[in-house]
Structure formats: structure tokens, C-alpha cells
């Protein structure tokens, strides 16, 4: 019985991880260009939840409401760049001033959730109506099953575009260096935009997906799951997109593991836990590669 539960609950966390490396993509996404830990982020996960029911209230399915969310979150990701980092940019801020800004801009969005929706918790559609799967004594959710298979086609179509586009050259171009990168022809700022596009899409999926699998949406609901994607970002090297995934995946099961075993009250901290203990061993993360620079 011990081998079946241990076993249930890898699977389960292996389907909540692939949701949280959705989120810790738009981290690393971003850290990776601006070299900017965007704190904001938990919060457009959150907005991406809200406009996903928005427009399932307009009665066009539960699909197509997270693909109209995910492009208006996208708009909302290069909103907050050009109105808020890209004027820090051009004064050459310190980089202190920049991370500040995320943070005041995330409880701005989540104030103005609370305004718009209400504080309080909503019911939120099933994304994957299926019959549950039963594989050799081990019950598998069809929403578990689907949020790995969307997640891993998403998270390969992200590395795709990153690794065999133009746009993708562009954006490793700025990653290495923006200047030179401008000299060349890249238009930096339309890069960024980018980014933050990708970043908040990639968020309003995961919003979608963990809203319908726990069926709640709450304007708060991006604080917690935000800290715990920043850290998979960081467990498994932020600025590296298969870190993310591998990052987001250790938390999700130990998470799992974490409320099983121990107590569902401790869920949150052992992710926390086992980020600090990588990141004495391994400061740089998993996945990480220590910065060079010449002089």
C-alpha cells in the first residue's frame, strides 16, 4: 500500500510540476534577456485565472477562453515592460530599482483583481471532461494526464521557437549581449516585448490549467504559486528553460510527497527547503552555468 500511494503521489506531483515549470518559464524568460527577476509574475499568472473565467462567462468553452487569456495576459506582460521597466532602462537604473518595480506592479494587479472580481474564491470550470485511467492499480486523473501532455507540448513548442527562429536567434543574441545585438540589426526592444509576450501566455496557461484542476480562482492565488515557480527557476538554473521544467517538476513532487507524508501544512516550505540545500551544493542551480566576464 506504501509503494501504491508513494507511486499515486509522484503522479500527481509530476502533473502540478509540469504547471509550475509553465510559470517558472516566464521567469527564466525573462531573467534571461533583462537579467531581471520579475516578481510580477505570480501575479499575471493570477490575471491570466481571471480572464480565462471572464471569458468562459461569455459561454465559448473553456478552451478557447484560456486562448483568448492567453493573449490578452501576453498584452499585459508588455504593458508592464513599457510602462514600467523600459522607462527604468533608458535612465540606466540600477538594477535594484527595476526588481522594486515588479514588486509594487504585482500588488497593483492583485489589488485591481480584487477590485474587479472580488477577494472572494470562485468556481472554476473542469478543463478535461475524461473518464479516470486506471493503469495496474494506480489511479491517473485524465486532468493530471492532460496537464502533462499540454504542458510538455507547449513547453517544447517554447524551445522550438527560442532555438530555430529568427526571433529566437534574436532573443539569445540580446541574452549575450543587447548592444552588440543592436549594432547588428536586432531591434532590442521589440525582443523584450517579445519576451514578456511569451512570459505572460505561458503564464496564463498554467493559470488555466491549475485553476481547472483544483477548480478555484482567487486573486491571491499567484503569491504562493509564484514563489514556488521562481524557485524551480532557480533549483534548476533560472535563465535555462529545461531547468525550469526539471525545477518545476522536483517541486511539484515533493510538494505531493511533502503532504502525504509529513503534513499537508508543510507543503509549501519544503520546496523552499530543498532549494536552499541545491543552492549551497550547487549555487548556480541544476542547469545553471557561471557568468564570465571579460575585462
Avoid at 26 to 55: D, P, T
Avoid at 136 to 158: D, E, H, N, R
Avoid at 250 to 258: D, K, N, P, R, T
Amino acid at each position: 500500500m506504501a509503494e501504491v500511494l508513494i507511486v499515486q503521489q509522484v503522479l500527481n506531483g509530476l502533473a502540478l510540476g509540469m504547471a509550475y515549470a509553465l510559470i517558472a518559464v516566464g521567469y527564466s524568460l525573462v531573467f534571461g534577456i533583462l537579467r531581471l527577476v520579475n516578481f510580477s509574475h505570480g501575479s499575471v499568472y493570477a490575471f491570466g485565472a481571471h480572464a480565462a473565467l471572464l471569458f468562459v462567462g461569455f459561454q465559448i468553452g473553456v478552451l478557447p477562453a484560456i486562448l483568448l487569456s492567453m493573449v490578452f495576459t501576453g498584452l499585459l506582460g508588455i504593458l508592464i515592460d513599457k510602462a514600467a521597466l523600459e522607462p527604468l532602462r533608458k535612465k540606466n537604473s540600477v538594477p535594484i530599482a527595476s526588481l522594486i518595480t515588479t514588486i509594487g506592479v504585482s500588488n497593483i494587479i492583485q489589488n485591481l483583481l480584487m477590485i474587479w472580481f472580488g477577494s472572494e474564491k470562485k468556481a472554476f470550470p473542469s478543463v478535461f471532461n475524461l473518464p479516470m485511467i486506471e493503469i495496474g492499480g494506480f489511479k491517473i486523473q485524465s486532468t493530471q494526464l492532460m496537464m502533462c501532455v499540454v504542458s510538455l507540448i507547449l513547453l517544447a513548442v517554447l524551445t522550438i521557437v527560442i532555438n530555430k527562429t529568427k526571433i529566437g536567434l534574436a532573443m539569445r543574441a540580446t541574452e549575450q549581449n543587447p548592444r552588440a545585438a543592436n549594432l547588428m540589426g536586432v531591434n532590442v526592444n521589440f525582443v523584450i516585448s517579445f519576451t514578456f509576450f511569451l512570459a505572460g501566455a505561458s503564464a496564463a496557461i498554467a493559470g488555466g490549467l491549475i485553476s481547472g484542476y483544483y477548480q478555484i480562482v482567487y486573486p491571491g492565488m499567484g503569491f504562493m504559486a509564484g514563489l514556488k515557480a521562481f524557485a524551480a527557476s532557480v533549483l534548476g538554473g533560472i535563465g535555462s528553460l529545461p531547468g525550469a521544467v526539471v525545477g518545476g517538476l522536483v517541486v511539484g513532487v515533493s510538494e505531493c510527497l511533502a503532504a502525504t507524508f509529513i503534513n499537508s501544512t508543510y507543503r509549501d516550505s519544503v520546496a523552499f527547503i530543498i532549494l536552499i540545500v541545491v543552492l549551497i551544493v550547487r549555487p548556480t542551480g541544476l542547469f545553471g552555468k557561471k557568468g564570465i566576464t571579460k575585462v
